[in-house]
């Protein structure tokens, strides 16, 4: 018995400081809250109504022998049980509103939350676990109000009105059954606690069996090329049979609950029987509120007996309001600056000056790196696999900052910019498009306002309009599972025009790896030749005829910068990059060739 | 065809005593909970009749008569506690038992069987359609036995009391019933949508919070955040539809409960009047009428269940339905790992993936395997332990068709390193042994060695020890894969397959475990798939596999004098290396 108390007590503390957190998402919306506590009142009264009006149509009615007085008093009940089917509507109503006005608060807060973290956090968290935070987490919040307190709140009502008027009504029965309660709900939070270790046993013992199959599923290959099937077979039988005593220990606690609840409950109407029977023959009771006493009790125990269900489902909810709040606390990424400026258009000159970058501490990924590019000017990174290329992207863009130097861009340091208005001149064109389920429009427009001949004009303009226009449905043709319906280069295609849509002023492009055919290839870099006109672009390279029309090219190796110029410049050098150049289209040339 | 209830319910037998003692609990509950009534009408009529002669009641009768009816609840409860433990325990049995079939059977499907489900395809028959089989071979069954046993005894008790009021409490009752017939599919919808819709979110969310990068670099924090709300507020909706259905059919339950209470008083209430029944009857009927409100409600999910089983069931005797892999013949003489292969072509779902294959490998010797990726060659060597059956008279090993072999003696005479470093949570230690659980310290010792693990031990908290994977610590790749090694290498088997078994580890560590292996595979026949020139270098003959056939076959040297593919991989390498040693 102590230890649950001393549960109860432990994570109370830091349960008041959550509950504190939660009252302010109820805050908005306290005219709500108000109508709903009324409601609370009247329905509890309204329930008690029926048991007084049925002891009074036996007493007046039946013993007293007046079918009139017990057809009023059933007229009486009717009215009561209409009135209480409408507000035990209405309050169903009323508690859904608000908790699900409350989960809608939460959830979206969350989730503009989440979009505000830094990159690093992204990094750090699993995908599933921010998916849990905003499904799953939020549905045991809203379960907190939609059966949680609303239930609590009433059933409490219910218990002090009934122990009110058994004390107006007849003191000593009242005491019978008064005696009854620390009895009953010391019995329930006991057993309660003793189902709820059974239950976390079990689910301990599930989750263990369920991981066992998993990897054993997964595994299945190495199991049998090394043959220990059998061995598995063991391992699984283990951890079954394991779930199964973990599952009687908690069927024998849920089948012994109800039975001990009925003993409790059986005792104490017969206590009232015993009192009652002694004190109608005192004549000090009247057959009126006998009746009224019975039925009452029927009400009496109902709210007792699954307190500690209702204690399960707030302290599930208390825990997944732990953990929201838990995301909510970890930091945005670093508020712009207050002076930080919003430039409506960009000349488009890049510099980067002394730059140390390292994701992780102590393991930089770019060393003292130092650049310019010039407005108009088209610049090609190359390097080999980790030399550093795609960490200068996500430096322009802000998606992380440097440790040491500066980046900047038309001579100011990037983080002298708001970040969202620096990030809506600056286009990146990814390696592997990320193509969101929704149609080719939005897909490309992006949440921004596009008109549908600006849409076509940049789709023309970079080829994309042919296979686009005979998709079924052209523009608003679904894009499904990350676009798994397009080939490599219809999706390299696809990004070009979105970044066109969004006329950048500097233009940062992944190039694909993976290799097209020929005609793709011809399209493509047409294509890029009209993206590139007229902005500063800074490209990863992985194509011959893009490096080649770059007007000038930075080889990146182990984070530094090592060799630049123009193609036929570096291939002089006999360098780096002349061996890069043999490594990587050797091939390419003589199949070409 | 497996008869889809005889799919659970043939474990039952070794249960049947503990299902008989469950049924009579059941039946003694029932029984003693309709009793219980009875004691209480007869006190309180006993008063009531004490009250109108105007005498005072004697206590002792009344104290007879409740102490009767706290009797029969306890006895009651102790019953109904009886049956609930019996036959939720069988159910629990019968469901551990399909538990540890099913994964058996799982665990011995053909790979081209397995290629074709997701994993998390398997893994919700085998727990979700699981617990939706005991459900309803449990609780279910549980319930509409109850049921059935309950509601002709009440209604019999109530009618033999006073059959006027049992004949208008029936009404109400009537009502609940058909209240959930009308209501249930609506209230099923509903909470449908809300759950679409919920799924809809969790969908949406994962898609966001993955491509958080574009949303950034787009700036389009504020779209998703647009798309976030709408699909909240419409989440938000459906749920308030669902209150709706909910608040109709919960008022209407409790109206028609009240309805109930009015049809006792008021003609009960009259008879009473009449001097035909007392209030004892009355309490008696209050009492019945809660007793039966149950079993209408119960009736509405516990067919859901039924259903849910039904189909639980169907999805798991499919599994259960499909040929497991096929043994080999009997018991035939030790391997020595002579390995040919002839005019194979092999594929899978009608894509051909190898064609013409002709290929001899002398016990003993290493052949080297190259071709870049998709040319067939992981699917050749997953060919000789039979993860894919080959067509047979293609592969043999000493002479013999692999499908000669008995299939767990063919997979012990192989030890092999798969493309994917898959190992098991569990201490390193444990996942070396896993092909030899009595190798000895010394020969861990020399596994781990050869696959050049030791440095990395070293680094880790508790060596050997250390658990790794998701309960543990997380290996890098090329710790995984050298782990993977070190667990083939522990196999003393007359065949090593190793599949790019050292992709993601660095040139100095393959060349220090290149060293190693040569040793040890001097008395081994040994299949080496590589990427990388270096790990086939100095086998004894070498294939380059383009689009499932042989291209170019010979030594080192003779390929690289021959100037095709291969020599083109090989000079390729080299200017790899250069660069990699290059210093800016």
Redesign the interface.
């Known amino acids: 018995m102590n230890g649950a108390w001393r549960n109860v007590e432990e994570s109370g503390r830091a349960s008041w400081r959550t509950t504190g957190r939660l009252l302010r998402y109820v805050a908005p919306h306290r005219w709500l809250l108000t109508g709903l506590v009324t409601l609370l009142v009247v329905y509890s009264l309204s329930t008690l109504a029926?048991p007084w009006v049925?002891g009074k149509?036996?007493g007046e009615?039946?013993i007293d022998?007046?079918?009139e007085k017990?057809?009023f008093w059933?007229l009486v009940?009717?009215g009561a049980?209409?009135l209480?089917?409408?507000l035990?509507?209405c309050q169903?109503?009323l508690?859904?509103?608000m908790g699900?006005?409350v989960i809608?608060d939460v959830?979206?807060r969350l989730?503009?939350h989440?979009?505000?973290?830094p990159?690093s956090a992204?990094n750090k968290t699993p995908?599933?676990t921010?998916?849990t935070r905003?499904?799953s987490d939020v549905?045991a919040l809203?379960e907190l109000f939609s059966s949680g307190v609303a239930a609590v709140c009433q059933d409490l009502l219910t218990l002090v009105i009934v122990v009110v008027i058994l004390f107006l009504v007849d003191v000593p029965l009242a005491v019978v059954v008064l005696a009854a309660v620390p009895l009953i709900v010391g019995f329930s939070l006991w057993f309660g606690g003793r189902m709820r270790k059974a239950f976390r046993a079990e689910r301990g013992r599930l989750s263990e069996l369920?991981?066992y199959?998993?990897?054993?599923?997964?595994?299945?290959?190495?199991?049998?090329?090394?043959?220990?099937?059998a061995?598995?077979?063991a391992g699984?039988?283990k951890r079954?049979?394991a779930?199964?005593a973990a599952?009687?220990k908690m069927?024998?606690n849920?089948?012994?609950f109800?039975?001990?609840v009925?003993?409790l409950s059986?005792?104490v109407?017969?206590g009232v029987?015993?009192v009652g029977?002694?004190r109608?023959?005192?004549v000090a009771l009247g057959?009126d509120d006998f009746?009224f006493f019975?039925?009452l009790l029927?009400h009496f125990f109902e709210p007792l007996r699954d307190l500690s269900d209702k204690f399960n489902v707030l302290q599930a909810a208390l825990a997944a309001a732990e953990r929201i709040f838990g995301v909510l606390d970890t930091e945005e990424e670093e508020v712009d600056r207050p002076d930080a400026v919003a430039p409506k258009r960009l000349r488009g000159e890049i510099e980067l000056r002394n730059v140390s970058f390292s994701y992780v501490p102590g393991e930089p990924v770019l060393r003292d790196v130092s650049f310019e590019v010039a407005p108009g000017e088209t610049v090609a990174i190359v390097g080999?696999t980790g030399a550093g290329k795609t960490s200068i992207i996500s430096l322009l863009?802000r998606?992380w900052d440097v440790d040491e130097g500066s980046v900047r861009i038309d001579g100011r340091d990037v983080r002298d910019y708001e970040?969202?208005?620096l990030?809506?001149r600056?286009?990146?064109v990814?390696q592997d498009?990320?193509l969101?389920?929704g149609t080719i429009r939005q897909n490309l427009a992006?949440?921004?306002e596009i008109g549908d001949e600006e849409l076509r004009r940049a789709a023309r303009t970079v080829h994309a309009d042919g296979f686009i226009e005979r998709l079924d449905g052209a523009y608003d043709a679904t894009v499904a599972e990350?676009g798994a319906n397009f080939s490599v280069g219809q999706k390299q295609l696809l990004s070009f025009a979105r970044a066109l849509v969004?006329d950048p002023d500097v233009l940062i492009l992944d190039e694909a790896t993976s290799s097209v055919d020929t005609e793709t290839e011809r399209l493509i870099q047409d294509a890029l030749d009209r993206l590139l006109e007229g902005r500063t672009a800074l490209v990863i390279a992985h194509r011959l005829s893009t490096i080649r029309r770059a007007d000038r090219i930075l080889v990146m190796?182990?984070g530094?910068l090592?060799e630049q110029g123009t193609h036929n410049e570096l291939l002089a050098q006999g360098g780096?990059y002349a061996?890069?150049h043999?490594?990587s289209f050797?091939?390419q040339e003589r199949r070409v060739g | 065809m497996l008869d889809r209830w005889r799919l659970i319910l043939r474990y039952l037998p070794p249960y049947r005593r503990i299902v008989v003692w469950g049924f009579v609990s059941l039946t003694a509950s029932v029984a003693m909970i309709a009793a219980?009534p009875l004691c209480?009408r007869v006190?309180?009529n006993y008063?009531?009749a004490?009250?109108k002669a105007g005498s005072?009641?004697d206590?002792q009768t009344?104290?007879f008569?409740?102490?009767a009816?706290?009797v029969l609840?306890?006895l009651?409860?102790?019953s109904?506690?009886?049956k609930?433990?019996l036959l939720?325990?069988v159910s629990?049995?019968l469901e551990?038992d399909l538990?540890?079939d099913l994964?058996?059977h799982?665990?011995?499907l053909p790979?081209s069987y397995?290629d074709g489900v997701r994993?998390g395809d398997?893994?919700s028959r085998?727990?979700a359609d699981v617990e939706a089989a005991r459900l309803a071979a449990g609780p279910a069954m549980m319930y509409l036995a109850d049921a059935a046993l309950r509601t002709p005894v009440v209604l019999g008790l109530m009618f033999f009391l006073n059959v006027e009021i049992a004949t208008f409490a029936l009404l109400p009752l009537g009502g609940i019933f058909v209240t959930l017939l009308f209501m249930a599919p609506r209230l099923k919808e509903a909470s449908r949508v809300v759950q679409d819709q919920?799924a809809e979110?969790?969908?949406?969310?994962?898609?966001?919070?993955?491509?958080?990068?574009?949303?950034?670099?787009?700036?389009?924090?504020?779209?998703?955040?647009?798309d976030?709300?709408a699909r909240?507020?419409d989440?938000?909706h459906a749920?308030?539809r669902?209150?709706?259905v909910?608040?109709?059919v919960?008022?209407?339950i409790?109206?028609l409960t009240?309805?109930g209470?009015?049809v006792i008083?008021?003609v009960g209430?009259?008879q009473?009047?009449a001097g035909d029944a007392g209030?004892g009857d009355?309490?008696a009927f209050?009492a019945y009428q809660?007793m039966l409100t149950w079993p209408m409600m119960a009736l509405g999910f516990v067919l859901g269940m039924i259903q849910r089983g039904a189909a639980g069931l169907d999805r798991i005797r499919e599994v259960m339905e499909q040929p497991l892999e096929v043994e080999g013949d009997a018991d035939v003489p030790a391997v020595r790992g002579e390995i040919e292969i002839k005019g194979l072509t092999f594929g899978y779902n009608g894509d051909r993936v190898l064609s013409g294959i002709d290929l001899k490998v002398s016990a003993g010797s290493t052949l080297g395997i190259v071709g870049a990726t998709g040319s067939g060659k992981s699917t050749l060597v997953s060919l000789l332990?039979r993860?894919y059956d080959p067509p047979p008279g293609t592969v043999f090993i000493d002479g013999r068709d692999v499908h000669e072999w008995p299939l767990?003696q063919l997979?012990?005479a192989?030890a092999?390193v798969?493309q994917e470093a898959?190992l098991?949570?569990r201490s390193v230690r444990r996942n070396i042994t896993?092909?030899r659980?009595d190798a000895t310290d010394d020969e861990i010792e020399a596994a781990v060695l050869r696959a050049h693990l030791t440095p990395d031990l070293g680094q880790l908290s508790e060596g050997l020890e250390t658990v790794v994977?998701?309960?543990g610590v997380t290996l890098s790749g090329g710790q995984k894969q050298r782990t993977s090694l070190a667990?083939a290498l522990a196999?003393d088997a007359p065949i090593l397959i190793l599949d790019d078994p050292l992709s993601a580890v660095d040139t100095e560590t393959e060349a220090a475990i290149l060293g190693h292996l040569k040793e040890f595979g001097a008395q081994r026949t040994v299949l080496i798939v590589a990427h990388r020139i270096s790990a086939v270098r100095d086998a004894d003959h070498i294939v380059l596999l383009d689009e499932g056939r042989i291209a170019e076959a010979g030594t080192h040297a003779e390929l690289v004098e021959l100037g095709g593919a291969y020599a083109?991989m090989a000079?390729?390498q080299e200017?790899?290396e250069?660069?990699?040693r290059?210093?800016?």
């Open positions: 029926g049925v149509a036996v009615g039946v022998g007046s079918v017990l057809g059933m009940f009717m049980a209409l209480r089917t409408i035990s509507y169903m109503q508690t859904t509103l699900q006005r809608y959830r979206t989730f503009r989440i979009h505000r973290l990159m992204f995908i599933g921010l998916v905003v499904t549905e809203a369920n991981g199959q998993h990897e054993a599923f997964t595994g299945i290959t190495v199991t049998r090329l090394f043959g220990r099937e061995h598995m077979q699984f039988e079954n049979l779930l199964r599952r009687f069927i024998f849920f089948s012994l109800w039975p001990m009925e003993l059986a005792l109407t017969a029987v015993l029977a002694q109608i023959g005192l057959w009746i019975w039925m029927m080999p863009s998606l970040r969202r208005a990030r809506r600056i286009s990146v990814l498009p990320f969101f389920d992006l949440g921004r990350r969004h190796h182990h530094r090592c780096l061996r890069l043999a490594l050797g091939a | 219980t209480i006190a309180l008063v009531e004490v009250a005072r009641p206590l009344v104290a008569w409740a102490g009816a706290v609840t306890v009651g409860g102790l109904g506690f009886f609930r433990y939720m325990g629990r049995r551990t538990r540890r994964f058996h799982i665990q011995h790979r397995l994993t398997l893994l085998a727990t919920l979110i969790s969908a949406r969310a994962q898609e966001s919070f993955s491509g958080a990068r574009v949303v950034k670099t787009f700036a389009m924090e504020h779209r998703e955040q647009r976030i709300d909240s507020i989440y938000l749920n308030r669902l209150a709706r909910r608040g109709v919960w008022a209407s409790g109206f009240s309805c209470v009015l008083f008021l209430g009259r009473a009047i209030i009355l309490v209050l809660f332990p993860l767990a997979r012990a192989i092999a798969p898959f098991y949570s896993f092909g659980q994977g998701e309960r667990r196999v083109r000079r390729a200017l790899e250069e660069i990699e290059l210093e800016p």
